[in-house]
């Protein structure tokens, strides 16, 4: 029973920062120059989201200091050097743990009922959405802070690309 507090009072002390944003880290105000001087950092990648260039870098986990993150990934605008996205793969046993903290934080968008199948929550705060998403046969869940626009662009690719593919089966069956 200890430890179970334990981890629900480190879990919050973790999600308490000023502003949505894990470990301090806050979405469109933390820049990478004042990240990078505290956590070790590892380029990862370079990708476009809508004319808009992100560098991608994963984080030590270890000077994270949450029990069950197994990795963490930060984005950053490549022009202005701000956080965009945060994204943390943690176990999935913990689900529940951190939707309640998250619900009792944040304004809830949406979320999943059935218990059969993969499990989401969404979550919102000024202009961060903030997404916890269990897959029903993955160990990891992956919490995902990130900007609302960017978010909401991301969504509007993957809807327009589900219904190209929709009338490509449709056209098959003809």
């Known amino acids: 029973?200890?430890?179970?507090?334990?981890?629900?009072?480190?879990?919050?002390?973790?999600?308490?920062?000023?502003?949505?944003?894990?470990?301090?880290?806050?979405?469109?105000?933390?820049k990478y120059e004042n990240i990078k001087t505290r956590y070790a950092l590892t380029f990862t990648e370079t990708l476009d989201v809508a004319n808009i260039t992100y560098t991608a870098y994963t984080i030590d986990v270890k000077a994270l200091d949450l029990k069950g993150l197994h990795n963490g990934t930060l984005y950053f605008e490549k022009k202005t050097g701000l956080l965009k996205c945060v994204l943390l793969n943690v176990d999935a046993g913990r689900y529940a743990a951190f939707q309640d903290i998250l619900a009792e934080k944040y304004r809830t968008i949406d979320?999943?009922?059935?218990?059969?199948n993969d499990k989401y929550a969404i979550f919102e705060k000024d202009n961060t959405i903030i997404k916890l998403d269990a897959p029903v046969l993955s160990r990891l869940m992956r919490l995902i802070y990130i900007n609302k626009d960017i978010y909401?662009?991301?969504?509007?690719?993957?809807?327009?690309?589900?219904k190209q593919q929709q009338k490509k089966e449709e056209a098959k069956k003809l």
């Open 1 to 30: 029973m200890r430890l179970l507090i334990a981890f629900f009072l480190i879990t919050y002390s973790v999600f308490a920062a000023a502003g949505p944003g894990p470990f301090g880290f806050q979405i469109d105000k933390s």
């Open 111 to 116: 979320r999943t009922r059935n218990v059969l």
């Open 152 to 162: 909401n662009t991301l969504n509007r690719d993957d809807t327009k690309k589900q």
